[in-house]
């Protein structure tokens, strides 16, 4: 073989490895569209967490997974009986592509509103770009369609529609603008507090120390943390289904007079777990920056 051939060889071979990089996402299962309580319904599949709110004056959407996932979400919408095109309202968890990358296609489809906690506006409307940590990723799954922001969003706003009324909670870290959300649902006459978690992981890569792109990551985890402990908290929801063990209680539904998702202790230990793997990481980016700092220039 030529020198040539072999040059272009391995070229080609190296762009099909890339191509398969870009286009890896975590396994998912398909999960059949189900009411959690109330007015609250499930949408999403076993991975990523999508939520549909229903009210007498249209509905509300939290996350879209990816551009190609919105199809599956309409699919959804629509075995439960519900209008796609009576979305109102589009809400996420977080500016990453699996949360908010197909919001260009439902705001097109829908004409909904979308709404957007501040500090994740600019990725939003950047198509992914100008995220902290993977703006400059070649993986192409981080980047979707520009959209522009209809509210911007603050912590502690509210977003009413109808009787229903949902809290947005910023709670940073994981993105800038991460957004915990919580509303009341009523089911058998009784009220139970819903938490819809945005993101309380620290991912692989991120820099908790001396993080140029985003100074105050650390106090924005532990502001999170902070925020997440005192809310009261009786159906225990999240950006993934993997927070809340959707497997598992998704398999009980139905089994048993007790609601398998009203979960408060559940809760407890979920966000204890991930506030004690947090402190874990900083203090091992903090003792990697102190024998940094003290290393001889010459060795």
Not at 62 to 74: F, L, P, T, W
Not at 76 to 97: M, P, Q, R, Y
Not at 140 to 169: C, S
Request: proline residues 4%.
């Amino acid at each position: 073989m030529s020198l040539k051939r072999l040059i272009y060889s391995c070229m080609f071979i190296l762009t099909l490895s890339y191509a398969f990089f870009v286009q890896a996402r975590p396994e998912s299962k398909a999960v059949a569209p189900f009411r959690i309580a109330g007015n609250l319904y499930y949408v999403g599949d076993n991975y990523q967490a999508d939520y549909l709110i229903v009210t007498s004056q249209g509905n509300i959407l939290i996350n879209s997974g990816y551009e190609a996932d919105v199809a599956k979400i309409r699919a959804s919408v629509e075995k439960l009986g519900f209008k796609f095109n009576d979305t109102k309202i589009f809400l996420i968890s977080h500016a990453h592509g699996d949360h908010n990358g197909g919001g260009a296609l439902i705001k097109k489809q829908t004409g909904a509103q979308y709404m957007v906690m501040d500090a994740d506006v600019p990725v939003v409307e950047s198509g992914g770009k100008t995220d902290f940590q993977y703006g400059n990723s070649r993986d192409l799954d981080n980047f979707y369609q520009p959209v522009k922001v209809d509210r911007i969003l603050h912590d502690g706003d509210q977003v009413k529609l109808a009787d229903t009324v949902l809290v947005a909670h910023h709670t940073g870290g994981h993105t800038k603008g991460c957004t915990t959300w919580t509303m009341r649902v009523s089911e058998n006459g009784k009220t139970y507090h819903v938490v819809i978690v945005g993101g309380p992981f620290v991912n692989p890569g991120y820099k908790l120390v001396n993080n140029i792109a985003y100074p105050k990551i650390a106090r924005d985890y532990e502001h999170m943390f902070k925020t997440l402990k005192s809310l009261p908290c009786d159906i225990f929801l999240g950006a993934h289904g993997m927070y809340f063990n959707l497997d598992k209680k998704y398999a009980l539904l139905g089994k048993d007079k007790k609601n398998p998702f009203v979960d408060p202790e559940g809760y407890k230990k979920f966000i204890a777990q991930k506030e004690a793997d947090f402190y874990s990481e900083l203090a091992r980016q903090n003792a990697v920056a102190r024998r940094d700092v003290n290393k001889p220039e010459h060795q």
